[in-house]
């Protein structure tokens, strides 16, 4: 560790009430390195050579650092998500949000803090479509001497559920981003880095997780695919959601999960189902596109019991999923989930709102010369948050924000959209669909009790957009389908035990209700985890304000940051 990073790790030390955790010290080297396991791509974006990822390891409360080193022939940068980073914008990682990227032959070192996370979180990419490949999970356990909120498990085990393009996943997105058009389906989803038997590709490389009879194990599954949520299951097994997003959930018994691009589900595994058997673990697309615009087969892994007893068969059981477009399955999950919200994990959701933020959320056309691109109607695919589509400015804003160099973001994203219409309308007017291109944040008073309707809509196509918003966690208080109701629907807000999450999906043709308090002072990233809307500008940035006192004030940057 250099002597900034150990100053980091003091200063925030000496800013937090609590005890300082351990120090683990990482070396990522991204490398392009030549794919053996999988289907046909000539080389892929790696850190030290695995796919999925490395996964890091820590307590409650301490610090992670990572020395990146970029030896592969593009840029590159890394975001902690779920990591709140307290006053630690520097080293979050979103290209052009926070940094410059890591470019080639460059190395960065990131400090990770870790304050009350809980649970999984994860660390990816964040440029083009490296993501895909460059990924891994963040375990956090309970802080030294202390204990999970339930009977400690036998064993636990990462899944990463992923999509695998055959072809690499930047190709896809560089012709996608050259025609206009939609980017190509990718070729599989991947449970740890393999797609299972069920695919042509790759039987010898399906992972399997071995369990003893009676043992409960504590799965960490992380959705890091690009495009799709997924529906996940356990063939003959109930699973038990204790965590999502690095937070405790009131335990949640339930056949099947839904989970989107970005989120985390910890799930406890009971081994109480006959020996004798093979049991599939799999995860199978929720989506409403049309079936050929994303992999229909299921991803696989198999749940094998250690047991002395012959097999009855060596064909796994497979378990039943819901249906590709079942949206009551999915959001029956995802709207069950509760705090814990007792004296060890309390509820400190705003009762009352400061400042509150309508978002629609929209995918949106631009016009192209005599109709040329690859879009509906040859136009080219973009997306929007109120109407504004983000375009990535030359230098990051938090950069520009931090030394006042004008020019670089305008602070005028609307809190509300330029127009109200029937946002969830079968048909929309065509006038409708083409967005304002900008560089537009939102700057917040530090404190400030925030609400943020996200407002789903139909232009072009509706779909589950995964909102994400980094350096904080928020409570979900609130949803419903159609178009959101500011004199009824706060009335049903859940304002006892909502889940608090740093990523929810907001229904098809339906809107959610966040709450939190902007008390992280920095630039934070807002973004569909979608990563080709994201790409497409369905994002912004909150910036929030430092406070008055001496720990509510942005850390110094870093002594080196990446020159753009
Ligand atoms: C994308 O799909 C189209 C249609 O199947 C195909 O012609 C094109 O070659 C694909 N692009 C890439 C980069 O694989
Ligand atoms: C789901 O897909 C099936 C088969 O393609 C279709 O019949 C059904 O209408 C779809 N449901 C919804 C809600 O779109
Ligand atoms: C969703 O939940 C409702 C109410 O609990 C129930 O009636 C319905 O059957 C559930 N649908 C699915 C697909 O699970
Ligand atoms: C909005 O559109 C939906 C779907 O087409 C329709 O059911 C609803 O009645 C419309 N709402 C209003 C206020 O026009
Ligand atoms: C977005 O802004 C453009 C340009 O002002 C306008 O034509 C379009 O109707 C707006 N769309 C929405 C949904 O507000
Ligand atoms: C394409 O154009 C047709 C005819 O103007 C229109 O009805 C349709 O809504 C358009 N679709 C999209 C997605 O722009
Ligand atoms: C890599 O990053 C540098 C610095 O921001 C930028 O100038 C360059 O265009 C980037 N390269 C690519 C291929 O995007
Ligand atoms: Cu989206």
Redesign the pocket.
């Known amino acids: 560790m250099d002597f900034l990073c150990l100053l980091l790790v003091l200063l925030h030390c000496l800013a937090s009430t609590q005890a300082c955790g351990k120090t683990h010290s990482h070396v990522f080297n991204v490398e392009e390195v030549p794919r053996t396991r999988l289907c046909r791509t000539k080389s892929i974006m790696t850190v030290n050579g695995q796919f999925p990822g490395p996964n890091l390891h820590a307590h409650r409360g301490d610090t992670i650092v990572v020395k990146v080193h970029n030896h592969a022939s593009k840029n590159v940068t890394i975001h902690w998500h779920g990591v709140k980073q307290p006053r630690n914008p520097w080293l979050d990682g979103p290209e052009f949000i926070t940094q410059c990227p890591i470019k080639p032959g460059a190395s960065f070192t990131y400090t990770i803090i870790l304050s009350t996370e809980e649970g999984t979180v994860w660390w990816h990419a964040h440029n083009d479509f490296d993501r895909a490949t460059v990924h891994g999970a963040i375990v956090v356990r309970p802080r030294r001497g202390t204990r999970y909120p339930f009977p400690h498990p036998f064993q636990e085990f990462v899944i990463m559920l992923g999509e695998w393009w055959n072809r690499g996943a930047n190709v896809i997105l560089e012709e996608a981003l050259s025609t206009g058009g939609e980017v190509n389906s990718s070729d599989a989803f991947t449970i740890n880095g393999r797609p299972g038997d069920l695919y042509p590709c790759s039987s010898a490389g399906t992972f399997r997780m071995p369990v003893e009879h009676g043992k409960t194990y504590l799965l960490r599954v992380v959705n890091a695919a690009m495009s799709n949520g997924l529906f996940f299951s356990v063939a003959s097994h109930t699973v038990v959601v204790v965590g999502s997003d690095g937070n405790y959930v009131k335990p949640l018994s339930s056949d099947y999960i839904m989970i989107t691009p970005g989120e985390t589900m910890d799930l406890l595994l009971e081994a109480n189902q006959p020996p004798d058997a093979l049991y599939y673990m799999a995860g199978r697309a929720f989506s409403y596109l049309s079936l050929g615009s994303f992999p229909t087969t299921a991803t696989t892994a198999i749940v094998e019991y250690v047991s002395d007893l012959p097999l009855e068969s060596t064909k796994p059981l497979l378990p039943t999923l819901p249906y590709y477009n079942d949206t009551a399955a999915a959001t029956n999950f995802s709207f069950a989930l509760r705090s814990p919200a007792n004296a060890a994990h309390p509820v400190d959701v705003p009762k009352t709102v400061d400042q509150d933020m309508f978002i ?1 959320v ?1 995918i ?1 056309e631009l016009e192209c010369p005599q109709a040329s691109c690859a879009g509906p109607n040859g136009t080219r695919l973009r997306a ?1 948050l ?2 504004i589509s983000f375009v990535d400015p030359p230098i990051d804003i938090l950069e520009a924000y931090y030394a006042g160099i004008g020019g670089v973001f305008g602070e005028n994203f609307p809190s509300m ?3 109200y ?1 029937n946002f969830t309308a079968t048909d929309q007017p065509l ?6 291109l900008g560089t537009e944040v939102r700057v917040l008073e530090y404190g400030a009790r925030m609400e943020v309707v996200f407002q789903g ?1 139909s ?1 072009v196509m509706g779909d589950n957009h995964p909102m994400h918003l980094h350096g904080y966690s928020f409570y979900v208080v609130g949803w419903g389908y159609g178009n959101f109701d500011k004199k009824r629907d706060p009335l049903r807000y859940n304002l006892q035990d909502p889940p608090f999450k740093n990523t929810i999906g907001v229904p098809i043709n339906g809107w959610v209700a966040v709450r939190f308090t902007a008390n992280n002072p920095g630039v934070w990233f807002m973004h569909c985890h979608i990563e080709r809307h994201m790409i497409w500008g369905m994002n912004t940035v909150l910036i929030v304000k430092d406070g008055e006192g001496p720990k509510e004030k942005v850390l110094p940057p870093p002594r080196y940051m990446p020159p753009c």
């Open positions: 629609a929209a949106n929007s109120n109407n959209p330029p127009y219409y006038s409708l669909l083409l967005p304002t809509t232009l």
